[in-house]
């Protein structure tokens, strides 16, 4: 029985992730610094902090990390401010079926709060979500649970009830360590055979949802 979903949010709920990178890349070579996009799969789905250590590891202590992330968050920003948060397709297709089944909502992502609550009020989707846990608000960063179990939590749900909704290595990890029903819908991160493993479904878009939750609750609703 699915009791309720939580949502990651770049990569699954809008199409920023990549926009994001992409922006931060373009800074890097402005300024001379390395590919950072070449390890993308690597550091998608981190909290700012968990962010911060592996690019001074990878990179080095002295690679500018807070002036380029930030100069590529303005280009973010401002591209957002002109044309909207970009949406991914079928997202207010489920968002509106699950408020029509009463099913509870929640996001986990690593984005601080103040950027998630902007995007979400530009989109127009806060007044679905009932639970919002970002990456500020946990002490540690995906692949650890931590912030799927607390948003389980906040719905009161059991994590095996829930699936969570994903798109990146860490993200899935972080989901399949807390024991939820983990579906990943691909976005600039291929599924693989050790990802498979930790997956109920891999889907090409958020309305493919839709079916396993009516496979897994056929006329079961608000009840």
């Avoid at 919002?132 to 719905?155: F, N, Q, R, W």
């Amino acid at each position: 029985m699915i009791e309720a979903i939580v949502f990651d949010m770049d990569g699954i709920l809008f199409d920023t992730e990549r926009l994001t990178i992409s922006q931060w890349g373009k800074v890097c070579k402005a300024m001379g610094c390395p590919d950072v996009t070449r390890y993308s799969s690597e550091f998608m789905g981190l909290n700012r902090v968990a962010h911060r250590q592996y690019c001074a590891q990878k990179f080095g202590e002295q690679f500018p990390y807070d002036e380029s992330l930030n100069r590529a968050r303005r280009a973010v920003a401002e591209y957002i401010a002109q044309n909207g948060v970009p949406v991914k397709p079928g997202l207010f297709e489920l968002l509106d079926y699950l408020k029509e089944r009463r099913l509870p909502v929640a996001a986990a992502t690593s984005t601080q709060r103040s950027t998630v609550l902007n995007f979400f009020e530009n989109a127009g989707i806060l007044g679905y979500f009932h639970e919002i846990i970002c990456g500020d608000m946990v002490e540690h960063s995906k692949p650890d649970p931590e912030i799927y179990l607390k948003a389980t939590a906040a719905l009161k749900k059991q994590p095996e009830n829930c699936i969570a909704l994903e798109d990146s290595p860490n993200g899935i990890r972080s989901a399949y360590n807390a024991g939820m029903k983990t579906v990943m819908v691909p976005d600039m991160v291929a599924p693989s055979p050790e990802l498979d493993g930790m997956l109920f479904a891999c889907v090409p878009a958020l309305n493919h949802v839709i079916p396993l939750i009516e496979a897994e609750n056929g006329g079961n609703f608000g009840k």
